[in-house]
T-cell receptor, first 113, second 113 residues
Framework: GNSVTQMEGPVTLSEEAFLTINCTYTATGYPSLFWYVQYPGEGLQLLLKATKADDKGSNKGFEATYRKETTSFHLEKGSVQVSDSAVYFCALSRIQGAQKLVFGQGTRLTINP | NAGVTQTPKFRVLKTGQSMTLLCAQD?????MYWYRQDPGMGLRLIHYSVGEGTTAKGEVPDGYNVSRLKKQNFLLGLESAAPSQTSVYFCASSYSRGSHEQYFGPGTRLTVT
């Protein structure tokens, strides 16, 4: 079946540090891949996405590249800010009548000033 | 646009009580979803709907029922609440075509004692 595995948190970094959150997936065929972010007390928001192999999604300084050969979609940011503190979810979807998302367990990120 | 709204925001139930969670969206989306979020487990799909009058089971449907009588509303019901249903519940919606981005509501925190 389809599944997503994320690096375990929590992750704590200092402001301006480099961020990587690992995400690998198992799926048949060619899923679309997503990163969602959840700020404290809020629902999830789409951060970025990629729909085919070698695509790079980017938004707000975050990037992730769809690597089919390693079944990965790692999230990176070159210089994190305190405002990036949130929980990050990697997810995949297969279009089979309805777009059903399969989520990883989430990674809590805390950025200290 | 309000986007996706959920009521109530918080609720405490006793075991065996019933309740209905309401989700409303004003984006004319065809698809709607109910997820539950538990610590360390990401989000899991409970039920979903691909259109008015249609519903389908997701990954963890037991103990829940849903209805979609109007396109903009998706109701989640608990007929006899159990402590295992203590969770944060998120509703989401999406178009049936295009970017496949799901838009999430702010969540309902339910505690069953």
């Amino acid at each position: 079946g389809n599944s997503v595995t994320q690096m375990e948190g929590p992750v704590t970094l200092s402001e301006e540090a480099f961020l990587t959150i690992n995400c690998t997936y198992t799926a048949t065929g060619y899923p679309s891949l997503f990163w969602y972010v959840q700020y404290p007390g809020e629902g999830l928001q789409l951060l970025l996405k990629a729909t085919k192999a070698d695509d790079k999604g980017s938004n707000k300084g975050f990037e992730a590249t769809y690597r089919k050969e390693t079944t990965s979609f790692h999230l990176e940011k070159g210089s994190v800010q305190v405002s990036d503190s949130a929980v990050y979810f990697c997810a995949l979807s297969r279009i089979q009548g309805a777009q059903k998302l399969v989520f990883g367990q989430g990674t809590r990120l805390t950025i200290n000033p | 646009n309000a986007g996706v709204t959920q009521t109530p925001k918080f609720r405490v139930l006793k075991t065996g009580q019933s309740m209905t969670l309401l989700c409303a969206q004003d984006m004319n989306h065809e698809y709607m979803y109910w997820y539950r979020q538990d610590p360390g487990m990401g989000l899991r799909l409970i039920h979903y709907s691909v259109g008015e009058g249609t519903t389908a089971k997701g990954e963890v449907p037991d103990g829940y029922n849903v209805s979609r009588l109007k396109k903009q509303n998706f109701l989640l019901g608990l007929e006899s609440a159990a402590p295992s249903q203590t969770s944060v519940y998120f509703c989401a919606s999406s178009y049936s075509r295009g970017s496949h981005e799901q838009y999430f509501g702010p969540g309902t925190r339910l505690t069953v004692t």
